[in-house]
């Protein structure tokens, strides 16, 4: 058998079974997620040292350091001097920036793509939302409408609105949607405030939750939908085609 070389133990690149081959980095960084999963950190949990981490994976500083970095975008650690790498869980602050730096124009398909999705949640999810909603919540739902009364901007109106709709998912008490729409606030509130002046758009919202509130208490399960349907559907025509 012939001896293995240096690099099968450096930070040189090495080939995957069946695919492309992963640079140092790469593969440090799949070594280090294994680690975490592994050994059950969580956290708070501190990682090894760097120079643990060079020792252990035969791996050159700057490796380290750029595997740390990948990391660190990726929301899983932070990396403070002289105290190291830590576990952290910021991936939806992370997914947050990203979906906002993805989205900085809207276009009708965006609107038409963003809505529709958010039809399947809001409208369609409505035998969910009235099996699990209370009055408390649709009280708070009430509180939060009458913000916009007092609103003094589209963002402000925006903002309200996508809370407004937020507390709504929240009924579903399902943490994945919950943080899934979350993600998309970015675009959510493009859409929310462009082309509205705000005194209309503050009106027209208001009066849309109303009726959307008052379907809910009700518990008539058309006249929601018909509600939430067109509310989310009424800002089209402020996209060009």
Not at 25 to 33: C, Q, T, Y
Not at 149 to 178: C, P, W, Y
Request: charged share 25%; glycine share 8%; with cysteine.
């Amino acid at each position: 058998m012939a001896p293995q070389t240096g690099a099968a133990h450096s930070g040189a690149a090495s080939p995957r079974a069946g695919g492309p081959r992963l640079s140092a980095v790469d593969e440090l960084v799949s070594k280090l997620r294994a680690l975490i999963s592994s050994e059950g950190l969580r956290v708070g949990d501190s990682l090894p040292t760097e120079r643990e981490l060079c020792d252990r994976f035969r791996a050159s500083r700057n490796t380290v350091r750029e595997a740390m970095g990948i990391l660190k975008a990726y929301g899983v650690v932070t990396v403070r001097p002289k105290v190291g790498a830590t576990i952290v869980d910021d991936r939806m602050e992370r997914a947050l920036e990203l979906f906002s730096f993805n989205t900085l124009e809207v276009s009708r398909k965006t609107f038409s793509d963003i809505q529709g999705f958010r039809g399947l949640l809001e409208v369609t999810g409505i035998d969910l939302i009235l099996a699990r909603i209370a009055r408390a919540d649709i009280a708070e739902m009430r509180e939060i409408n009458d913000g916009l009364r007092r609103a003094q901007s589209s963002d402000e109106i925006a903002e309200i609105d996508f809370g407004f709709h937020t507390r709504l998912i929240a009924v579903m008490g399902n943490k994945a949607i919950l943080d899934i729409y979350k993600i998309m606030k970015p675009v959510i509130l493009r859409i929310m405030s462009k082309g509205k002046d705000s005194p209309v758009h503050a009106t027209a919202t208001h009066a849309d939750h109303l009726g959307i509130l008052d379907a809910l208490g009700a518990r008539d399960r058309l006249a929601y939908q018909y509600r939430m349907r067109s509310h989310l559907q009424a800002g089209l025509g402020n996209f060009d085609p």
